[in-house]
Protein backbone atom coordinates (compact mmCIF):
# COMPACT_ATOMS: atom_id res chain seq x y z
CA UNK A 1 0.00 0.00 0.00
CA UNK A 2 1.76 3.08 -1.03
CA UNK A 3 1.23 5.95 1.01
CA UNK A 4 1.88 9.82 1.04
CA UNK A 5 3.70 11.09 3.48
CA UNK A 6 1.95 14.59 3.91
CA UNK A 7 -1.54 12.56 3.84
CA UNK A 8 -0.84 11.14 7.91
CA UNK A 9 -4.23 11.41 9.10
CA UNK A 10 -6.67 9.01 9.46
CA UNK A 11 -10.02 10.14 10.48
CA UNK A 12 -12.33 8.12 12.66
CA UNK A 13 -15.76 9.36 12.29
CA UNK A 14 -18.05 10.59 15.38
CA UNK A 15 -19.81 8.12 17.26
CA UNK A 16 -23.19 9.91 16.31
CA UNK A 17 -23.66 11.80 12.78
CA UNK A 18 -24.71 15.33 13.65
CA UNK A 19 -26.71 17.84 11.14
CA UNK A 20 -23.45 19.72 9.67
CA UNK A 21 -21.51 16.61 9.31
CA UNK A 22 -21.49 16.19 5.96
CA UNK A 23 -20.10 19.44 5.15
CA UNK A 24 -17.88 19.80 8.19
CA UNK A 25 -16.33 16.78 6.07
CA UNK A 26 -15.93 18.19 3.16
CA UNK A 27 -14.14 20.94 3.84
CA UNK A 28 -11.89 19.04 6.12
CA UNK A 29 -10.92 17.06 3.11
CA UNK A 30 -10.94 19.91 0.87
CA UNK A 31 -7.66 20.69 2.91
CA UNK A 32 -5.48 17.22 1.71
CA UNK A 33 -4.35 16.24 4.70
CA UNK A 34 -6.08 13.01 5.08
CA UNK A 35 -5.54 9.43 3.58
CA UNK A 36 -8.22 7.47 5.22
CA UNK A 37 -11.61 7.43 6.56
CA UNK A 38 -13.11 4.95 8.98
CA UNK A 39 -16.92 4.99 9.86
CA UNK A 40 -17.76 4.25 13.00
CA UNK A 41 -21.03 3.68 13.97
CA UNK A 42 -21.88 1.61 16.19
CA UNK A 43 -25.91 1.92 17.45
CA UNK A 44 -26.97 2.77 13.94
CA UNK A 45 -29.59 0.06 12.27
CA UNK A 46 -27.76 -1.60 9.01
CA UNK A 47 -30.44 0.94 6.66
CA UNK A 48 -28.84 4.03 8.30
CA UNK A 49 -25.43 2.58 8.16
CA UNK A 50 -25.98 1.83 4.66
CA UNK A 51 -27.80 5.47 3.97
CA UNK A 52 -24.64 7.43 6.00
CA UNK A 53 -22.01 5.10 4.28
CA UNK A 54 -23.26 5.82 0.70
CA UNK A 55 -22.86 9.92 1.39
CA UNK A 56 -19.31 9.53 3.06
CA UNK A 57 -18.13 6.90 0.22
CA UNK A 58 -19.23 9.80 -2.65
CA UNK A 59 -17.50 12.36 -0.46
CA UNK A 60 -14.21 10.44 0.21
CA UNK A 61 -14.01 9.71 -3.55
CA UNK A 62 -14.13 13.18 -4.90
CA UNK A 63 -11.46 13.76 -2.71
CA UNK A 64 -9.37 10.79 -3.17
CA UNK A 65 -9.49 9.30 0.43
CA UNK A 66 -10.26 5.55 1.18
CA UNK A 67 -12.96 4.77 2.70
CA UNK A 68 -13.12 2.21 5.30
CA UNK A 69 -15.60 0.40 7.77
CA UNK A 70 -14.99 -0.07 11.21
CA UNK A 71 -15.49 -3.87 12.42
CA UNK A 72 -18.32 -5.17 10.21
CA UNK A 73 -17.28 -6.92 7.03
CA UNK A 74 -20.46 -7.50 5.43
CA UNK A 75 -21.26 -3.62 5.56
CA UNK A 76 -17.94 -2.88 3.66
CA UNK A 77 -18.83 -5.73 0.73
CA UNK A 78 -22.51 -3.99 0.71
CA UNK A 79 -20.99 -0.38 0.25
CA UNK A 80 -17.88 -1.82 -1.78
CA UNK A 81 -16.04 0.53 0.05
CA UNK A 82 -11.90 0.77 -0.09
CA UNK A 83 -11.93 -1.97 2.71
CA UNK A 84 -12.69 -2.65 6.84
CA UNK A 85 -10.12 -2.32 9.97
CA UNK A 86 -11.17 -5.10 12.19
CA UNK A 87 -10.28 -5.62 15.99
CA UNK A 88 -8.98 -8.40 17.35
CA UNK A 89 -12.12 -10.20 18.59
CA UNK A 90 -14.06 -9.52 14.73
CA UNK A 91 -13.24 -11.82 11.56
CA UNK A 92 -9.72 -13.03 11.01
CA UNK A 93 -8.07 -11.55 7.93
CA UNK A 94 -8.34 -14.63 5.72
CA UNK A 95 -12.04 -15.06 5.83
CA UNK A 96 -12.58 -11.36 5.58
CA UNK A 97 -10.14 -11.22 2.11
CA UNK A 98 -12.39 -14.25 1.17
CA UNK A 99 -15.37 -11.59 1.65
CA UNK A 100 -13.82 -8.18 -0.11
CA UNK A 101 -10.92 -9.48 -2.22
CA UNK A 102 -7.85 -7.08 -2.66
CA UNK A 103 -9.24 -4.46 -0.31
CA UNK A 104 -7.76 -2.75 2.33
CA UNK A 105 -7.86 -4.60 5.68
CA UNK A 106 -6.39 -3.37 8.56
CA UNK A 107 -5.62 -4.89 11.97
CA UNK A 108 -5.80 -3.47 15.52
CA UNK A 109 -2.70 -4.84 17.41
CA UNK A 110 -2.93 -2.99 20.85
CA UNK A 111 0.26 -2.79 22.56
CA UNK A 112 1.83 -6.52 20.93
CA UNK A 113 4.54 -6.92 18.36
CA UNK A 114 3.33 -10.48 18.74
CA UNK A 115 -0.10 -9.38 17.11
CA UNK A 116 1.77 -7.38 14.60
CA UNK A 117 3.54 -10.21 13.51
CA UNK A 118 0.48 -12.66 13.03
CA UNK A 119 -1.18 -9.28 11.43
CA UNK A 120 1.60 -9.18 8.62
CA UNK A 121 1.94 -12.74 8.16
CA UNK A 122 -1.96 -12.83 7.63
CA UNK A 123 -1.72 -10.02 4.81
CA UNK A 124 -2.71 -7.03 6.72
CA UNK A 125 -2.64 -3.74 4.50
CA UNK A 126 -1.60 -1.91 8.21
CA UNK A 127 -0.91 -2.46 11.88
CA UNK A 128 -2.82 0.01 14.44
CA UNK A 129 -0.82 0.65 17.93
CA UNK A 130 -2.50 1.67 20.36
CA UNK A 131 -3.46 3.60 22.96
CA UNK A 132 -0.98 6.03 22.91
CA UNK A 133 -2.77 8.45 25.39
CA UNK A 134 -5.75 8.19 27.47
CA UNK A 135 -8.93 8.76 24.98
CA UNK A 136 -12.11 10.31 25.14
CA UNK A 137 -13.67 8.00 22.61
CA UNK A 138 -12.78 4.72 23.62
CA UNK A 139 -11.83 3.27 27.48
CA UNK A 140 -8.02 2.46 27.51
CA UNK A 141 -7.24 -0.74 27.73
CA UNK A 142 -4.10 -1.11 26.04
CA UNK A 143 -1.12 1.91 26.61
CA UNK A 144 1.16 1.89 23.81
CA UNK A 145 4.84 3.46 23.49
CA UNK A 146 7.18 5.07 21.36
CA UNK A 147 10.00 1.90 21.79
CA UNK A 148 6.92 -0.22 19.95
CA UNK A 149 6.44 2.10 17.19
CA UNK A 150 9.96 1.92 16.54
CA UNK A 151 10.21 -1.60 16.87
CA UNK A 152 7.66 -2.64 14.39
CA UNK A 153 8.68 -0.47 11.83
CA UNK A 154 12.06 -2.55 12.06
CA UNK A 155 10.32 -5.58 11.45
CA UNK A 156 8.11 -4.70 8.43
CA UNK A 157 6.95 -2.56 5.92
CA UNK A 158 3.70 -2.66 6.49
CA UNK A 159 2.33 1.00 6.88
CA UNK A 160 1.68 1.72 11.01
CA UNK A 161 -1.20 4.11 12.22
CA UNK A 162 -1.09 5.29 15.92
CA UNK A 163 -4.06 6.21 17.88
CA UNK A 164 -5.71 7.15 21.07
CA UNK A 165 -6.24 10.39 22.08
CA UNK A 166 -3.89 12.16 19.82
CA UNK A 167 -4.20 15.78 19.49
CA UNK A 168 -2.24 19.16 18.00
CA UNK A 169 0.10 18.80 20.95
CA UNK A 170 1.59 15.25 21.12
CA UNK A 171 1.01 14.04 17.31
CA UNK A 172 4.29 14.90 15.95
CA UNK A 173 6.30 12.91 18.69
CA UNK A 174 4.09 9.90 16.59
CA UNK A 175 5.29 10.83 13.08
CA UNK A 176 8.98 11.26 14.36
CA UNK A 177 8.57 8.34 15.55
CA UNK A 178 8.06 6.19 12.98
CA UNK A 179 4.32 6.24 12.69
CA UNK A 180 3.22 6.49 9.17
CA UNK A 181 -0.42 7.26 10.31
CA UNK A 182 -2.68 9.24 12.98
CA UNK A 183 -5.61 7.50 13.94
CA UNK A 184 -7.98 10.61 14.69
CA UNK A 185 -11.40 11.05 16.31
CA UNK A 186 -11.59 13.26 19.02
CA UNK A 187 -9.82 16.17 18.72
CA UNK A 188 -11.46 16.78 15.69
CA UNK A 189 -15.34 15.91 16.39
CA UNK A 190 -15.12 16.09 20.21
CA UNK A 191 -12.85 19.33 20.61
CA UNK A 192 -14.58 22.22 22.79
CA UNK A 193 -12.28 24.66 21.75
CA UNK A 194 -11.98 24.29 18.27
CA UNK A 195 -14.09 23.60 15.33
CA UNK A 196 -13.30 20.21 13.28
CA UNK A 197 -11.78 21.59 10.43
CA UNK A 198 -9.59 24.75 12.69
CA UNK A 199 -8.77 21.97 14.78
CA UNK A 200 -7.16 19.78 11.86
CA UNK A 201 -5.60 22.80 10.33
CA UNK A 202 -2.97 22.79 13.44
CA UNK A 203 -2.11 19.10 12.20
CA UNK A 204 0.69 20.82 10.19
Same mark, same amino acid.
Given at each position: ????????????????????????????????????????? =? !???? %??????? /????? &?? +???? *????????????????????????????????????????????????????????????????????????? =? !???? %??????? /????? &?? +???? *????????????????????????????????????????????
Amino acid at each position: MKFNKNKFIYIVSPLKIYKSFFSDLINILKLNKVSFFQLRL =K !KKSL %KEKLIIG /KKIKR &IC +KKFN *VKFLINDDVYLAKQLDADGCHLGQKDMNISDARKLIGNKIIGITCHNSIKLAKIGIKNGADYLAFGAFNSSKT =K !KTKF %KASFNLL /KTASK &IT +KTPI *VAIGGINSKNYKKLLLNKANFLAISGYIWKNKKLKPIEAIKKLK
